[in-house]
């Protein structure tokens, strides 16, 4: 599976499909405004989710 095919992505591999710095989608995922889940302490961003959410603005 491509990153380009899998919903959650580590954030360093979402920075590369989005287009996002880290810092912001980090601060985003401690803030809430990003759409992620968390396992082991390493956060996992909903791509699609955060797509969707970013056309809506």
Known sequence: MSENT???LK???ACRVTGLSQ???R?????????????????YVNIPALLRQLDAE
């Not at 601060?27 to 082991?40: A, F, L």
């Open 11 to 13: 954030i360093k591999d």
């Open 23 to 25: 810092f912001w989608l």
């Open 27 to 43: 601060r985003g995922c401690r803030d809430g405004s990003v759409p992620h889940i968390m396992s082991g302490g390493v956060y």
């Open 6 to 8: 899998r919903p959650f």
